[in-house]
Protein backbone atom coordinates (compact mmCIF):
# COMPACT_ATOMS: atom_id res chain seq x y z
CA UNK A 1 0.00 0.00 0.00
CA UNK A 2 1.31 3.33 -0.93
CA UNK A 3 2.17 5.77 1.68
CA UNK A 4 -1.58 7.11 3.45
CA UNK A 5 -1.54 11.34 4.02
CA UNK A 6 -4.99 10.93 6.23
CA UNK A 7 -7.93 8.78 7.03
CA UNK A 8 -11.20 9.75 7.49
CA UNK A 9 -12.93 6.98 9.20
CA UNK A 10 -17.22 6.60 9.72
CA UNK A 11 -17.87 4.99 12.84
CA UNK A 12 -20.80 2.81 13.85
CA UNK A 13 -22.10 -0.12 16.00
CA UNK A 14 -20.25 -2.73 14.01
CA UNK A 15 -19.26 -1.55 10.68
CA UNK A 16 -16.58 1.13 10.25
CA UNK A 17 -15.64 2.42 6.75
CA UNK A 18 -12.35 3.93 5.88
CA UNK A 19 -11.48 6.39 3.42
CA UNK A 20 -7.45 7.23 2.84
CA UNK A 21 -5.58 9.50 0.11
CA UNK A 22 -2.20 9.88 -0.47
CA UNK A 23 0.17 13.45 -0.39
CA UNK A 24 -1.18 13.79 -4.02
CA UNK A 25 -4.81 13.71 -2.87
CA UNK A 26 -5.57 10.74 -4.33
CA UNK A 27 -7.83 7.67 -3.02
CA UNK A 28 -5.78 4.70 -1.90
CA UNK A 29 -7.77 3.16 0.93
CA UNK A 30 -11.70 2.62 0.88
CA UNK A 31 -12.34 -0.06 2.93
CA UNK A 32 -14.78 -1.75 5.72
CA UNK A 33 -14.09 -3.07 8.59
CA UNK A 34 -15.76 -4.71 11.65
CA UNK A 35 -15.73 -3.50 15.19
CA UNK A 36 -12.77 -6.01 16.19
CA UNK A 37 -10.70 -5.34 13.46
CA UNK A 38 -10.54 -1.53 13.90
CA UNK A 39 -7.47 -1.93 16.44
CA UNK A 40 -5.81 -4.61 14.52
CA UNK A 41 -6.30 -2.88 11.49
CA UNK A 42 -4.48 0.53 12.77
CA UNK A 43 -2.30 -1.61 14.94
CA UNK A 44 -0.32 -2.43 11.92
CA UNK A 45 -0.52 0.87 10.02
CA UNK A 46 2.36 3.42 9.98
CA UNK A 47 1.54 6.55 12.39
CA UNK A 48 -0.78 8.53 10.27
CA UNK A 49 -3.80 11.47 10.50
CA UNK A 50 -6.90 10.07 11.19
CA UNK A 51 -10.25 11.79 11.51
CA UNK A 52 -13.33 11.35 13.26
CA UNK A 53 -16.84 12.62 13.41
CA UNK A 54 -17.24 14.06 17.44
CA UNK A 55 -20.13 12.12 18.21
CA UNK A 56 -20.53 8.63 20.60
CA UNK A 57 -18.25 6.84 18.97
CA UNK A 58 -15.12 9.76 19.01
CA UNK A 59 -13.56 7.38 22.47
CA UNK A 60 -11.86 5.63 19.47
CA UNK A 61 -9.77 8.93 19.29
CA UNK A 62 -8.16 7.57 22.62
CA UNK A 63 -7.47 4.03 21.69
CA UNK A 64 -5.91 5.43 18.36
CA UNK A 65 -3.86 7.94 20.02
CA UNK A 66 -2.89 5.23 22.28
CA UNK A 67 -1.60 3.48 18.58
CA UNK A 68 0.71 5.97 17.60
CA UNK A 69 -2.25 8.00 15.30
CA UNK A 70 -2.47 11.87 15.71
CA UNK A 71 -6.51 12.00 15.72
CA UNK A 72 -8.69 14.91 14.91
CA UNK A 73 -12.10 15.23 16.00
CA UNK A 74 -14.53 16.82 13.82
CA UNK A 75 -17.73 18.35 14.72
CA UNK A 76 -20.80 16.72 12.35
CA UNK A 77 -21.95 20.18 11.16
CA UNK A 78 -18.61 21.00 9.78
CA UNK A 79 -18.59 17.59 8.05
CA UNK A 80 -22.17 17.77 5.84
CA UNK A 81 -20.94 20.38 3.78
CA UNK A 82 -18.31 18.40 2.06
CA UNK A 83 -21.08 15.05 1.65
CA UNK A 84 -21.40 14.43 -2.31
CA UNK A 85 -24.44 13.13 -3.36
CA UNK A 86 -25.69 9.68 -2.07
CA UNK A 87 -25.55 9.78 1.66
CA UNK A 88 -23.75 6.32 2.95
CA UNK A 89 -21.07 5.29 4.59
CA UNK A 90 -18.46 5.87 2.38
CA UNK A 91 -19.71 9.11 1.18
CA UNK A 92 -19.38 10.20 5.02
CA UNK A 93 -16.01 8.24 5.38
CA UNK A 94 -14.81 10.60 2.55
CA UNK A 95 -16.30 13.72 3.43
CA UNK A 96 -14.06 13.41 6.77
CA UNK A 97 -11.20 13.01 5.28
CA UNK A 98 -11.93 15.96 2.99
CA UNK A 99 -13.37 18.30 6.00
CA UNK A 100 -9.88 17.79 7.95
CA UNK A 101 -7.54 18.74 5.09
CA UNK A 102 -9.04 22.38 5.15
CA UNK A 103 -6.54 24.53 7.21
CA UNK A 104 -9.33 26.82 8.75
CA UNK A 105 -11.07 23.77 10.03
CA UNK A 106 -11.93 24.10 13.71
CA UNK A 107 -11.37 20.74 15.64
CA UNK A 108 -13.13 19.32 18.91
CA UNK A 109 -10.37 18.15 21.74
CA UNK A 110 -10.17 14.71 22.91
CA UNK A 111 -11.15 14.32 26.26
CA UNK A 112 -9.61 11.69 28.32
CA UNK A 113 -11.42 8.75 30.45
CA UNK A 114 -11.46 10.64 33.52
CA UNK A 115 -13.32 14.16 31.79
CA UNK A 116 -15.89 11.78 30.13
CA UNK A 117 -16.70 10.74 33.60
CA UNK A 118 -16.96 13.70 35.15
CA UNK A 119 -18.87 14.58 31.89
CA UNK A 120 -21.59 11.38 32.46
CA UNK A 121 -21.62 13.47 36.08
CA UNK A 122 -23.16 16.46 34.90
CA UNK A 123 -25.37 14.99 32.51
CA UNK A 124 -26.67 12.63 35.66
CA UNK A 125 -27.11 15.71 37.50
CA UNK A 126 -29.40 17.74 34.68
CA UNK A 127 -31.81 14.55 34.39
CA UNK A 128 -32.14 14.62 38.08
CA UNK A 129 -33.04 18.30 37.62
CA UNK A 130 -34.94 17.82 34.87
CA UNK A 131 -36.76 14.68 36.26
CA UNK A 132 -37.66 16.64 39.76
CA UNK A 133 -39.27 19.84 38.31
CA UNK A 134 -41.21 17.38 35.71
CA UNK A 135 -42.48 16.18 38.90
CA UNK A 136 -43.14 18.90 40.93
CA UNK A 137 -45.13 21.10 37.76
CA UNK A 138 -47.68 17.58 38.34
CA UNK A 139 -48.09 17.47 41.55
CA UNK A 140 -48.98 21.27 41.73
CA UNK A 141 -51.58 20.69 38.77
CA UNK A 142 -52.98 17.39 40.83
CA UNK A 143 -53.17 19.32 44.15
CA UNK A 144 -54.80 22.61 41.79
CA UNK A 145 -57.47 20.37 40.64
CA UNK A 146 -58.57 19.86 44.39
CA UNK A 147 -58.47 23.48 45.20
CA UNK A 148 -54.74 23.34 46.77
CA UNK A 149 -52.36 26.48 45.46
CA UNK A 150 -48.46 26.31 46.96
CA UNK A 151 -45.86 28.54 46.99
CA UNK A 152 -43.57 28.85 44.28
CA UNK A 153 -40.23 26.56 44.97
CA UNK A 154 -39.09 23.21 45.67
CA UNK A 155 -39.16 23.75 49.65
CA UNK A 156 -42.78 24.15 49.16
CA UNK A 157 -43.76 20.83 47.64
CA UNK A 158 -43.14 18.25 50.52
CA UNK A 159 -45.95 20.46 52.90
CA UNK A 160 -47.85 20.40 49.96
CA UNK A 161 -47.80 16.78 49.82
CA UNK A 162 -47.93 16.45 53.46
CA UNK A 163 -51.33 18.57 53.86
CA UNK A 164 -52.96 16.42 50.72
CA UNK A 165 -52.23 13.10 52.12
CA UNK A 166 -54.17 14.18 55.29
CA UNK A 167 -56.56 16.30 53.58
CA UNK A 168 -60.13 14.08 54.39
CA UNK A 169 -62.10 15.93 51.99
CA UNK A 170 -60.49 14.38 48.86
CA UNK A 171 -60.92 10.65 48.00
CA UNK A 172 -59.49 7.72 49.20
CA UNK A 173 -57.58 7.04 45.61
CA UNK A 174 -56.00 10.73 45.33
CA UNK A 175 -54.63 10.47 48.84
CA UNK A 176 -52.85 7.32 48.00
CA UNK A 177 -51.67 8.41 44.70
CA UNK A 178 -49.82 11.45 46.57
CA UNK A 179 -48.50 9.70 48.91
CA UNK A 180 -46.62 7.62 45.79
CA UNK A 181 -45.70 11.06 44.48
CA UNK A 182 -44.27 12.05 47.45
CA UNK A 183 -42.09 9.33 47.94
CA UNK A 184 -40.66 9.42 44.26
CA UNK A 185 -40.34 13.08 45.25
CA UNK A 186 -38.23 12.73 48.23
CA UNK A 187 -36.29 10.12 46.31
CA UNK A 188 -35.40 12.23 43.43
CA UNK A 189 -34.10 14.84 45.89
CA UNK A 190 -31.90 11.99 47.61
CA UNK A 191 -30.09 11.34 44.24
CA UNK A 192 -29.88 14.78 43.74
CA UNK A 193 -28.21 15.56 47.08
CA UNK A 194 -25.87 12.70 46.76
CA UNK A 195 -24.86 13.95 42.77
CA UNK A 196 -24.15 17.59 43.96
CA UNK A 197 -21.99 15.99 46.74
CA UNK A 198 -19.71 14.64 43.99
CA UNK A 199 -19.90 17.82 42.04
CA UNK A 200 -18.70 19.83 45.17
CA UNK A 201 -16.24 17.29 45.17
CA UNK A 202 -14.95 17.70 41.94
CA UNK A 203 -15.13 20.94 42.16
CA UNK A 204 -12.94 21.43 45.32
CA UNK A 205 -10.48 19.05 43.89
CA UNK A 206 -10.06 21.36 40.80
CA UNK A 207 -8.07 24.04 40.72
CA UNK A 208 -9.65 25.89 37.70
CA UNK A 209 -13.01 25.16 38.99
CA UNK A 210 -12.20 26.77 42.14
CA UNK A 211 -10.84 29.80 40.41
CA UNK A 212 -13.82 30.26 37.59
CA UNK A 213 -16.43 30.55 40.86
CA UNK A 214 -14.56 33.51 42.26
CA UNK A 215 -16.52 35.00 38.76
CA UNK A 216 -19.88 37.06 39.61
CA UNK A 217 -23.21 34.52 38.67
CA UNK A 218 -20.38 31.67 38.18
CA UNK A 219 -20.84 29.04 40.88
CA UNK A 220 -19.61 25.75 41.96
CA UNK A 221 -21.93 24.06 39.16
CA UNK A 222 -21.47 26.05 36.46
CA UNK A 223 -17.41 26.46 37.58
CA UNK A 224 -17.41 22.81 36.90
CA UNK A 225 -19.29 22.53 34.27
CA UNK A 226 -17.24 24.88 32.24
CA UNK A 227 -13.62 23.24 33.72
CA UNK A 228 -15.89 19.82 32.58
CA UNK A 229 -16.52 20.81 29.27
CA UNK A 230 -14.00 22.83 28.39
CA UNK A 231 -10.56 21.28 29.19
CA UNK A 232 -8.45 22.78 26.40
CA UNK A 233 -9.29 26.60 26.47
CA UNK A 234 -6.33 27.29 24.01
CA UNK A 235 -8.51 25.52 21.07
CA UNK A 236 -10.24 29.01 21.26
CA UNK A 237 -8.67 32.03 19.51
CA UNK A 238 -10.81 34.53 21.53
CA UNK A 239 -13.20 34.89 24.31
CA UNK A 240 -15.72 35.99 21.29
CA UNK A 241 -15.02 33.14 20.13
CA UNK A 242 -15.62 30.68 23.38
CA UNK A 243 -19.12 32.75 23.57
CA UNK A 244 -19.97 32.25 20.00
CA UNK A 245 -19.06 28.16 20.56
CA UNK A 246 -22.23 28.73 23.40
CA UNK A 247 -24.13 29.98 21.39
CA UNK A 248 -23.76 33.58 23.18
CA UNK A 249 -22.86 35.85 19.92
CA UNK A 250 -25.78 37.20 18.01
CA UNK A 251 -26.84 35.93 14.70
CA UNK A 252 -25.27 37.92 11.72
CA UNK A 253 -27.13 37.45 8.28
CA UNK A 254 -25.91 40.69 7.22
CA UNK A 255 -25.61 41.60 3.38
CA UNK A 256 -24.54 44.48 0.92
CA UNK A 257 -22.73 45.83 3.25
CA UNK A 258 -25.43 46.30 5.83
CA UNK A 259 -25.20 44.90 9.22
CA UNK A 260 -28.30 43.18 10.19
CA UNK A 261 -27.64 41.54 13.69
CA UNK A 262 -30.49 39.13 15.14
CA UNK A 263 -30.93 36.98 18.23
CA UNK A 264 -28.42 34.74 19.71
CA UNK A 265 -27.53 31.83 18.32
CA UNK A 266 -28.22 29.22 20.72
CA UNK A 267 -25.92 26.88 19.15
CA UNK A 268 -23.62 24.85 21.17
CA UNK A 269 -23.89 23.16 24.68
CA UNK A 270 -27.17 23.94 25.79
CA UNK A 271 -26.64 23.19 29.65
CA UNK A 272 -24.03 25.21 30.05
CA UNK A 273 -25.19 28.30 27.74
CA UNK A 274 -28.43 28.02 30.01
CA UNK A 275 -26.87 28.46 33.63
CA UNK A 276 -24.37 30.67 32.32
CA UNK A 277 -27.87 33.01 31.41
CA UNK A 278 -29.62 31.87 34.62
CA UNK A 279 -26.59 33.08 36.86
CA UNK A 280 -26.28 36.69 34.94
CA UNK A 281 -29.94 36.67 35.78
CA UNK A 282 -29.29 36.44 39.70
CA UNK A 283 -26.35 39.35 39.21
CA UNK A 284 -29.10 41.47 37.05
CA UNK A 285 -31.84 41.08 39.47
CA UNK A 286 -29.40 42.28 42.29
CA UNK A 287 -28.32 45.18 40.28
CA UNK A 288 -31.91 46.29 39.78
CA UNK A 289 -33.27 46.38 43.50
CA UNK A 290 -29.33 48.16 44.75
CA UNK A 291 -28.03 44.66 46.47
CA UNK A 292 -25.25 44.10 44.88
CA UNK A 293 -22.21 46.80 45.86
CA UNK A 294 -19.82 45.21 42.92
CA UNK A 295 -22.12 45.22 40.20
CA UNK A 296 -20.01 46.99 37.11
CA UNK A 297 -20.80 50.58 35.99
CA UNK A 298 -21.03 48.37 32.39
CA UNK A 299 -24.42 46.80 33.77
CA UNK A 300 -26.00 49.34 35.11
CA UNK A 301 -25.75 51.82 32.44
CA UNK A 302 -27.04 48.82 30.49
CA UNK A 303 -30.16 48.33 32.57
CA UNK A 304 -30.93 51.94 31.85
CA UNK A 305 -31.51 51.52 28.42
CA UNK A 306 -32.15 47.95 27.55
CA UNK A 307 -34.67 45.17 28.84
CA UNK A 308 -33.25 42.85 32.28
CA UNK A 309 -34.01 39.64 30.01
CA UNK A 310 -31.15 41.29 27.11
CA UNK A 311 -29.07 42.31 29.96
CA UNK A 312 -28.51 39.11 31.04
CA UNK A 313 -27.86 37.79 27.65
CA UNK A 314 -25.23 40.14 27.26
CA UNK A 315 -24.02 40.05 30.78
CA UNK A 316 -23.56 36.01 30.33
CA UNK A 317 -21.90 36.58 27.06
CA UNK A 318 -18.94 38.54 28.51
CA UNK A 319 -19.01 35.81 31.93
CA UNK A 320 -18.16 33.66 29.28
CA UNK A 321 -15.62 36.09 27.75
CA UNK A 322 -14.23 36.73 31.28
CA UNK A 323 -13.81 32.29 31.98
CA UNK A 324 -11.88 32.25 28.79
CA UNK A 325 -9.59 34.61 29.70
CA UNK A 326 -9.27 33.51 33.04
CA UNK A 327 -8.79 29.62 31.72
CA UNK A 328 -5.87 30.73 29.37
CA UNK A 329 -3.96 33.09 32.11
CA UNK A 330 -4.34 30.56 35.09
CA UNK A 331 -5.16 34.05 36.89
CA UNK A 332 -7.74 34.77 39.48
CA UNK A 333 -10.40 37.14 39.39
CA UNK A 334 -10.07 40.44 40.42
CA UNK A 335 -13.54 42.64 41.05
CA UNK A 336 -11.39 45.66 41.08
CA UNK A 337 -9.71 45.48 37.81
CA UNK A 338 -12.74 44.26 36.17
CA UNK A 339 -14.88 46.92 37.84
CA UNK A 340 -12.17 49.36 36.27
CA UNK A 341 -11.93 48.22 32.72
CA UNK A 342 -15.52 48.17 32.34
CA UNK A 343 -16.18 51.90 34.00
Request: aromatic letters at 6%; one cysteine or more.
Amino acid sequence: MEKLSRIGMDTSKHIFQLHGVDAAERMILRRKLRRKEVLQFFAALEPTLVGLEACGGAHWARELTQLGHTVRLIAPQYVRPYVKRGKNDAADAEAICEAMSRPTMRFVAIKSAENQAALMLAGMRDRLVRNRVRLANAIRGYAAEFGMVAAKGPAKIGPLLLRRQADETIPVLARALFAEHAKEYALLTAQLAAIDAKLMAFHRGNEQSRRLARIPGVGPVIASLLAMKVPDAQAFRSGRQFAAWLGLTPKDPSTAGKSRLGVITRAGDETLRSLLVVGATAVVWQARRGKSRSASPWLLALLKRKPPKLAAVALANKIARIAWKLMITGEAYDARRARAATA
